[in-house]
């Protein structure tokens, strides 16, 4: 079964650069998955961040970045700040269906 | 402005059926794919089903395959999900979503679906 991983958690403080990373337990991820990555604070809508691999979505600051980092996608956030507390999942593209990250619960404090 | 209002969430009970509607505004609706993304109470998210701008590709997850059936009416510019055989599992704010992860997704507000008896 494929398995979309993501750190459960991670904690920074304000104006810290942090990469969240997404990976694949059955191999590497690369441009072809299209990752994608979504913020979601409680009780709100998801909002896309990055889809593509690192296009940023309209609206979306551009210290949110997204890349390929070795064999995972990856969203950066370059000088975090307190409202960026929130949970953060990637999405692979898998041959007309998309898999999610179980999501990463950043804590900016 | 881009809008997506879903409806037709509530309480069922286990083996029961219910239909989602998605309301799209704002953008020429025959044109995009759209779908369907569920989250469980605390969980995280879960792809449902896609389906292109004509109908022609329609992919489901399996955990809803055989159970659910999306299907859109573009002159009225909504986009449809029937759930058929609920099960418990099956509770969840269900999200409407255009696009795709090449062009991106814009999402509605979700509407809850609880399924118990």
């Known amino acids: 079964q494929t398995v979309v991983t993501q750190e459960p958690s991670f904690s920074v403080s304000p104006g810290d650069t942090v990469t969240l990373t997404c990976g694949l337990n059955s191999g590497s991820v690369s441009t072809n998955y299209h990752p994608s990555w979504y913020q979601q604070t409680p009780g709100q809508a998801p909002r896309t961040l990055i889809y593509?691999?690192?296009t940023r979505s309209s609206g979306v600051p551009d210290r949110f970045s997204g890349s390929i980092l070795s064999d995972k996608a990856a969203l950066t956030i370059t000088g975090a700040q307190a409202d960026d507390s929130s949970d953060y999942y990637c999405?692979?593209?898998?041959?007309?269906?998309?898999?999610f990250g179980g999501g990463t619960k950043l804590t900016v404090l | 402005e881009v809008q997506l209002v879903e409806s037709g969430g509530g309480l069922v009970k286990p083996g029961g059926s219910l239909r989602l509607s998605c309301a799209a505004s704002?953008?020429?609706?025959?044109?995009?794919?759209m779908n369907w993304v569920r989250q469980a109470p605390g969980k995280g998210l879960e792809w449902v089903s896609s389906?292109?701008?004509?109908?022609?590709?329609?992919y489901y997850s399996d955990s809803v395959k055989g159970r659910f059936t999306i299907s859109r009416d573009n002159a009225k510019n909504s986009l449809f999900l029937q759930m058929d055989s609920l099960r418990a599992e099956d509770t969840a704010v269900y999200y409407c979503?255009?696009?795709?992860?090449?062009?991106?997704?814009?999402w509605g507000q979700g509407t809850l679906v609880t399924v118990s008896s």
């Open positions: 593509s691999t690192n």
């Open positions: 999405a692979l593209y898998l041959g007309g269906g998309l898999l």
């Open positions: 389906i292109s701008g004509r109908s022609d590709y329609i």
């Open positions: 979503a255009r696009g795709s992860t090449t062009n991106g997704m814009t």
């Open positions: 704002g953008f020429t609706f025959s044109i995009y794919n």
